[in-house]
């Protein structure tokens, strides 16, 4: 089962906006990701969680709100994937340990958010199983000019401080090519006759949990999840209910 933890300091438009999408891109994905819970837990203690709820969810019977961090561990119980999506917060420093470190042997947690966010969850002693990037996030990520990284190897990249030891790192770009790394494996992503011009980052996100729930499933099949639920959620839904559509089409190729 996958759980999504929306993790912020207040109620915002965007935030209104973000949980639309993301339930919208889970209704999609249901035939592949099944039923998924999300917990939206806020760090500021003066919020009035029923306002949001009222005004836009209330319809919604698996989206829970919250202010105390141990509903967090009753949430993510029983849970093989964990999606923790996160805005800055009001507390910033070691903000996401207490959640990386809660898991247990058996769960893994894709952690996403702004480039600041993710310095501060990759500072800390915990670390989250895996992370999906945007390429064009690699410069403020690194801090370092685009022309510093355009001409940087996949494995310098991947193997910069900022990623040790997180399990697994994926760069993409929005058509569909990247790479990953994986178990200190490195891996080429490419696609062949897909008509792709902009992949959905939170399908992405899905994809990967689903891979990821099961510790026998292969870089391959991980990451072909993930750029299948991708694609399937930019209009595409038909072809999330035949995967071997993708086989001929991405290719997951070890190159190091």
Do not use: W
Request: hydrophobic share 40%; with cysteine.
């Amino acid at each position: 089962m996958i759980v999504t933890i929306n993790l912020y300091s207040e109620i915002s438009q965007e935030l209104q906006a973000k949980i639309t999408l993301e339930q919208e891109i889970i209704n999609q994905l249901k035939p592949a990701i099944g039923e998924v819970k999300t917990l939206i837990l806020f760090d500021n203690k003066t919020i009035h969680t029923e306002s949001l709820f009222q005004q836009a969810f209330s319809s919604l019977s698996n989206i829970l709100y919250s202010q105390d961090i141990n509903d967090y561990k009753k949430v993510i119980e029983g849970s093989d994937s964990i999606i923790l999506f996160s805005d800055l917060l009001t507390n910033k420093k070691n903000s996401y340990q207490p959640f990386f470190h809660q898991v247990s042997e058996n769960q893994r947690i894709i952690f996403d958010g702004s480039v600041e966010t993710i310095k501060i969850a990759l500072s800390g002693d915990d670390k989250p199983y895996a992370i999906c990037l945007k390429e064009t996030q690699l410069p403020d990520l690194l801090s370092l000019p685009q022309t510093v990284v355009s001409n940087m190897l996949p494995s310098e990249i991947l193997t910069d401080p900022l990623f040790e030891e997180v399990p697994m790192v994926i760069v993409y770009r929005e058509t569909g090519a990247g790479y990953v790394y994986h178990n200190e494996e490195l891996f080429s992503l490419t696609t062949n006759e897909l008509d792709v011009t902009k992949l959905s980052h939170e399908g992405f996100l899905f994809g990967l949990a689903r891979g990821i729930s099961d510790k026998e499933n292969t870089t391959e099949f991980i990451v072909k999840q993930g750029l299948i639920c991708a694609i399937s959620s930019i209009g595409k839904q038909d072809v999330v209910f035949d995967e071997h559509y993708f086989d001929d089409k991405i290719n997951v190729i070890k190159i190091a």
